[in-house]
């Protein structure tokens, strides 16, 4: 297959408009001209330490203006960086850098405990900044087939895998976003979702496709959101339904400014009592639907329907495609339930280097997402389930096969389910069913110790249930959609 090259993103925008804005981060502001300049000094500082051209490297940091510097220097110099989620333990971190044979390390200082448990060279920020610097040997134009990063998804099974994003894939979703939303020049996009998710990163693309400011927050706080959103004119805001529930509840009274033209809303359904609040309070809110897959959106809520489709995610972005699939391959009739399948040029090409997961998952360039879903008569989407087992906390998403398979590593552990329960702050917990093994002791607090080494502390379990047994099918497959009904049969014996 072809693909086109275009100029490098970066260095074109700074050259089409080098005085605007480009990031606002706490009080300090960048033009265009200045992160190019302080990217191509990383980009140089990047070579000197031996990092080149096709490399996978690995970078761990947070939301900050020289992670969004560092990110673009790994651009300029061709670079494939692995972003790595910072919410990780070190044991889950490891695993995804040895997978993607990453040859070198990035780091906040902070995080830095984990060189010892890696054999590349690992670098904090201020060493990079101190290292020898070379001039750089800048890539003048990307090729749209070419991958620019990897962000890793759990799976409903199995250990996690690396989504290749390619230049074509982040270029055609900012295009499908800009179609859709629509652009103007007075738009200002705030993203206080973390960077090392397709929902972050795909902002900071926009900014430097469109010639957009960011405004840049290290995370989410409601009222330094409602401030920034007056004081620094934000038009657009990327959330998931925790944040704009508390944005709801701190506004209380008050409304947004007229030039707030809306919030993207992604991160799974949100409940329809929250949606009928920003109704009232006359917030603009529309719906998304996407993955790390598909480069972040691939089906919104256009702005005209956002009051008469309350609820739906809307249809697919200009360049996508979308498809409801039964059990037997036949295409879904209206309002029938069946697998979400989508396709278009901000859909991956694959998983890094897994090609029999590949092929299962892509099959003549569509995407089989696991998600279940139905499209009314005029073809709008209503997501149902979320990867059918999908918990998703906050925003992050949470697979129970991945936790069930720390808890099962226990040695008093003979069995474990786990599944998604509401919460009226996070949206949902994962809660854990356990079954000791003979004469076993283990209690949930060992159990969450045990979790906590393993896992990403979102991901440990709320609560550890003891029973007897799990609930299977004929085949003995783990049936999760009936755990919740151990909820009030079991008994925590501790």
Known sequence: ????????????????????????????????????????????????????????????????????????????????????????????????????????????????????????PVFTKEQLWSAPHEMPEIQEEVNLGDICTVMYTSGTTGNPKGVLQTYGNHWWSAVGSALNLGYTESDRWLCSVPLFHISGFSILMRGVIYGMPIILHESFNAERTIIDIETKHVTIMSVVGTMLSRIVDTLKNAQLPVHFRCFLLGGGPAPLPLLEACLAKNLPVFQSYGMTETSSQIVTLAPEYSMTKLGSAGKPLLPSQLKVVLENGEIASSREAGEIVVKGPNVTGGYLYQPEITKDKLKDGWLHTGD???????????????????????????????????????????????????????????????????????????????????????????????????????ANKLLRRKLYELVNESRDND
Not at 45 to 65: M, R
Not at 74 to 100: C, F, M, P, T, Y
């Open 1 to 120: 297959m072809q693909f086109e090259n275009i100029p490098n993103f970066l260095k074109k925008r700074a050259f089409l408009t080098p005085d605007r804005t480009a990031i606002y981060f706490n009080e300090t502001t960048m033009t265009f001209k200045e992160l190019y300049e302080g990217a191509y000094q990383t980009a140089g500082k990047l070579q000197g330490a031996g990092i080149k051209k096709d490399q996978y490297i690995g970078v761990l940091l947070k939301n900050h203006l020289e992670t969004v510097v560092l990110l673009f220097a790994l651009q300029l110099l061709g670079v494939k960086a692995i972003i790595l989620n910072n919410r990780l333990s070190v044991k889950e971190l490891v695993w995804q850098l040895n997978d993607s044979r990453a040859t070198a390390l990035v780091l906040e200082a902070e995080f830095q405990g984990i060189k010892h448990e890696v054999h590349i």
């Open 372 to 474: 279940i879903g139905y499209l009314d008569e005029e073809g709008f989407l209503y997501v149902l389930e979320r990867r059918s087992d999908l918990i998703i906390s906050g925003g992050e998403n949470i697979y129970p096969a991945e936790i069930e398979s720390v808890l099962l590593a226990h040695p008093d552990v003979a069995e474990a389910g786990v599944t998604g329960l509401s919460d009226e702050t996070w949206g949902q917990v994962p809660v854990a069913f356990i079954v000791r093994k003979e004469n076993a002791v283990v209690t949930k607090q060992q159990l969450q110790e045990h979790c906590l080494v393993n896992l990403a502390k979102y991901k440990v379990p709320k609560k550890f249930l003891f029973t007897e047994m799990l609930p299977r099918n004929a």
